[in-house]
Every structure is written in C-alpha cells, then in structure tokens.
C-alpha cells in the first residue's frame, strides 16, 4: 500500500464526497472550472473497472483478476470525455448495471489499493478537485478542504432518473430507490474505506439547493481555508 504520509502540501486539494446522486461530481466540476484545477471523478475509475471486466468476462468476485484489470487501465480524460483503450467510453460507463456492477467490486480492498495510486497521481499543480466515496478518508487525507455531500433519498433518486433519462437510458423510480438504498448500505458497510465523512468534513445536504447554490458554499468555505480571517 502506498504510503499516504508522504505528501506535497504546496497543491491545494478539495475533497468532495458523498453518496450516489448526491450532486458531488457536478459540484466537484464546476468547483475545478471556478477555481482552474484539476478534476478528478474517482467513481469513473471504479465505472471503468467494472465496464472493463464485463467486456472481459471477469467475474465482480475475482479479486486477483481484476486488481490486475485495474492496475492496467488504459484510461485518458479529455474535453470532459472518457476513453478507454482508445474508445469514447463516456456514456457506457454511466449505465446503472456498470454502476452497480462498480458498487460490488469496490468493496474489494485489492482492487481499492490498485486505483490508490492512480487516483494520487492527479495530484499536479495548480490544485485538484476529487470527487468520490473515499477521498477524504483515505486517498487525500491532507486536503485543505474536506466536503460531504448529501441529500435525501427522494431528491437523489429524482436526479439520478433525470440524468439517465437525458442520456437516454431506461428508467424507473421506484427501481432507482431501492438501488440507490442497496448501494448505500454496500458503500457504507464495507470492510474497507466506507463511506462517512472525512475527519473535519464540513456537510452539506443539497436536497433544497440548486448547483449555483451548492457551488458557491464550497467557493466560500475554500476561501476560508485559503485566507483565514486575522491570517
């Protein structure tokens, strides 16, 4: 396992957590846009794993091959698109059997430890924006500024459903509720890295909140970290 306490303190890190639906990775964007960083979405990684195993006939229980799958992932982010192996990969991976089929195999250590570095590595000047389950826990434990996003489940199914429906896939309420529930419970009881708030995490629930809203909360609490007032 890398070691995490070896750290370049001069690149200023938001984290950005939640569950899915949340709003964290349109929040976590417009935040890296607003402030010219980098943007990392950790979950893609986990999306790409899954999308990559399917394809490849691995079964979501076999450790050791897919550790191997995702310590050899030909991934390229460009133009707010995703590409594997050479192949716009964007939508396919935003499908709800990829993002079930991420849930069960990130619950696997090994496979965390094989993305760890990966996910490290967007660490580059001028800052980054990461979002995800587990950034503020595990993989950017230094970050200046540490958010956890929320909301309630109505309003995350109803956001989960329109995006889906906009990027003309099949979808169904109720369906959605109980796998956004399912998928809770994996994230938050797994063995390794589950999802709560990072130490010092400041929460925001976004169910009563539009995007402008909840981005210009993070620009000011990340205002505060950087210039503290009587600093």
Excluded: C
């Excluded at 890190?13 to 990392?40: C, E, M, N, Q, W």
């Amino acid at each position: 396992m890398p070691d995490l306490t070896v750290v370049d303190d001069s690149i200023p890190v938001i984290t950005v957590d939640g569950p899915t639906a949340s709003g964290k990775g349109t929040v976590a964007h417009r935040v890296a846009d607003a402030l010219g960083f980098h943007y990392l979405d950790s979950g893609a990684l986990y999306r790409l794993t899954a999308l990559a195993s399917a394809r490849h006939g691995i079964d979501p229980d076999d450790v050791g091959a897919l550790s191997v799958l995702a310590e050899t992932l030909d991934v390229r982010f460009r133009d707010q698109r995703i590409w594997l192996a050479g192949e716009d990969v964007t939508d396919a991976i935003r499908a709800e059997a990829i993002g079930n089929r991420a849930s069960s195999i990130a619950v696997h250590k090994a496979v965390r430890q094989a993305l760890m570095a990966l996910q490290r590595g967007f660490k580059t000047a001028p800052g980054l924006v990461a979002d995800g389950r587990d950034m503020g826990t595990v993989i950017f434990p230094e970050a200046e500024l540490k958010v956890f996003l929320t909301a309630s489940p109505q309003a995350r199914a109803e956001r989960r459903y329109k995006q889906l429906i906009e990027k003309g896939f099949s979808a169904n309420i109720d369906s959605l509720m109980l796998d956004l529930e399912a998928r809770d419970a994996r994230d938050r009881t797994r063995a390794e890295a589950p999802l709560r708030p990072a130490e010092g995490a400041r929460v925001l629930d976004t169910s009563g909140l539009n995007v402008d809203q909840a981005v210009a909360q993070v620009l000011e609490w990340f205002a505060q970290v950087q210039y503290p007032q009587g600093a």
